[in-house]
Each structure stands twice: as structure tokens, then as C-alpha cells.
């Protein structure tokens, strides 16, 4: 009984992340409709800087957040008013090359910049104990925080102006235009805060995980998966996928060995797609 319950803190753990991974791509995925492939990286960077600044600066994790997270909003804000705006109303495959062609440049000016050796954040907080199941206290900082990051996100889309805006733009561009939204406006803040999610998530993993370049084309599956699971462009789909993959892979790390674990997830991934393409919580006609 132990195992289980540690095994299911382990994936809520996990998975909180993951929902967290997957927010900010999910949310550009389905209001811009541009599969956004510099996520991973983007994410990757948020944990060096989070990492540089605990480390040369003595700047906490929670204190560099909100920095970072501002930092990569404007550069996500950047990217898509200078560069992907100009060919947004492109066939589908044009931005995607266009963002693949982003994430290797970023890719490899961290490789350089940072090289590939895998750093972490140590706080050394201890752990929980409640039960015989163990929780360190780092990676349940981070849980608490994916959750309320989410929270906040979905707070944002609910009841702010600009949340009903890009909800408007999400259900339908062009009336949205024509009751006087400034849709290239729209996108440029949707994915400053897709990129700020990335960032914010960055810092998180830093503190549980090793953050290397090698991270990006994981991390970029994963929000895959999630979006598949959980619905497209959906923040509580997001959630959903994210809680859901993360107690699959830490049942399937349990019961088959962790190297095969995320195997397990994209195998699930194709079944649901040939079933349920629209997931567990999203909508047909926002695929």
C-alpha cells in the first residue's frame, strides 16, 4: 500500500509539471494555430537563468521566477510581433519550419553558450514524511507552484480583458476583427505568454531536475502527449493531460522500469488519437 501511494505522490508530482510544460504550448497551439517547437527550448532557458541567478547572484528560485517569467514574456513577445506575425496567415507549415528553424538557433547558442553539462538547482529543504511516503519538500514547492501558475492562467483567460480577447480570437479571428480586437496584437501576447509560461516552468524544473540542451526534444514531446491527452488549447485539458501522463509514466516507471515509462505514454498518445483525437476535455472543432 506504501509503494502505491508513493508511487501516485510521484506522478501528481510529476505531473503537475507536465501540466505546466504543456500549458503555454497548448494555448498558442490552439489560438494561433502554430505548433510552436521552441518551447522546449525556451523552457530550457528559463532553467539557466533561473540556475545563473541563483548561482552568481544568490537569487532565490522563487524570488527569480517572476524575472525570468517577465524576461521570456518579452522575448516570446518578440519573436512572434517581428517573425511569426509576417507569415501567420502561412499554410500550417510554414510557421512550423519557421519555429523549428528558431529552436535549432536557440539551441545551439545555449549549447555554446552553456555547454550540455546538466545543472540543478540545490536547496537541500528535506522531505515530508506522512506515512511511509516520502516528499521532498523542493519538488513539492514546485507542484504547489505548476498548479497555481496554471490557476492564474486560467484566471487570466476567464476574467481579464485580454483573456476574453484571445478567447475570442481562439473561437473565431475574424469576427473577432470585426468587433475591433487587434488580432496580430492578440497573437503577439498570446505567445509572450505561452514563451512566460516556458520561463516560469524553466524555473521549476531547475529546482527538481538537471537542466541540459538535451532536455529541449523531451520536453517538447511531453507537451505533445499532454495536448493529446488533456485537448487543445484547453487550460484545465492541460491540467487534466498533465496529471493523467504523470501518473502513467510513474505507474508504468513502477511496474516496467523507468526507461520504458515514456514509451508507455506516447503509445497511449496514438490510441487516443484514433479514438478520441479531440482528448479527454476538448471540444471537436478546436483539433
Not at 86 to 92: E, G, H, K, L, Q
Not at 151 to 159: E, F, M, P
Not at 200 to 212: N, R, S, Y
Request: proline letters at 3%; one cysteine or more.
Amino acid at each position: 500500500m506504501e509503494i502505491t501511494l508513493q508511487v501516485i505522490a510521484n506522478g501528481l508530482m510529476l505531473g503537475a509539471l507536465y501540466a505546466c510544460i504543456a500549458v503555454g504550448f497548448s494555448l498558442v497551439w490552439g489560438v494561433l494555430n502554430v505548433i510552436n517547437l521552441t518551447h522546449g527550448s525556451l523552457i530550457v532557458l528559463g532553467g539557466y537563468a533561473t540556475f545563473f541567478a541563483w548561482q552568481r547572484l544568490g537569487l532565490h528560485p522563487l524570488a527569480a521566477l517572476p524575472v525570468v517569467a517577465l524576461g521570456l514574456y518579452l522575448l516570446g513577445w518578440l519573436i512572434q510581433w517581428g517573425l511569426i506575425n509576417r507569415v501567420i496567415a502561412s499554410p500550417v507549415m510554414t510557421t512550423l519550419t519557421l519555429t523549428f528553424g528558431l529552436d535549432m538557433i536557440l539551441y545551439n547558442v545555449m549549447t555554446l553558450a552553456f555547454t550540455a553539462t546538466p545543472r540543478r538547482i540545490t536547496l537541500d529543504l528535506g522531505s515530508l514524511v506522512l506515512g511511509g511516503v516520502v516528499l521532498p519538500f523542493d519538488r513539492i514547492a514546485a507542484m504547489v507552484l505548476a498548479f497555481i501558475l496554471t490557476g492564474l492562467l486560467y484566471l487570466l483567460l476567464r476574467s481579464s480583458k485580454i483573456g476574453r480577447a484571445i478567447v475570442a480570437v481562439r473561437m473565431d479571428r475574424e469576427a473577432a476583427a470585426l468587433m475591433g480586437i487587434k488580432v496580430m496584437r492578440i497573437y503577439a501576447v498570446t505567445f509572450g505568454i505561452g514563451a512566460m509560461m516556458a520561463g516560469a516552468c524553466g524555473a521549476l524544473m531547475a529546482v527538481v531536475f538537471p537542466i541540459t540542451t538535451n532536455l529541449t526534444g523531451q520536453i517538447i514531446g511531453k507537451a505533445f502527449v499532454v495536448c493529446v491527452l488533456g485537448g487543445l488549447g484547453s487550460v484545465p485539458g492541460a491540467l487534466v493531460g498533465g496529471l493523467a501522463l504523470g501518473l502513467i509514466e510513474s505507474f508504468a516507471g513502477h511496474l516496467i522500469g523507468p526507461q520504458d515509462a515514456t514509451t508507455v505514454g506516447f503509445v497511449l498518445m496514438i490510441l487516443l488519437l484514433m479514438t478520441r483525437p479531440t482528448g479527454l476535455l476538448g471540444k471537436r472543432g478546436y483539433e
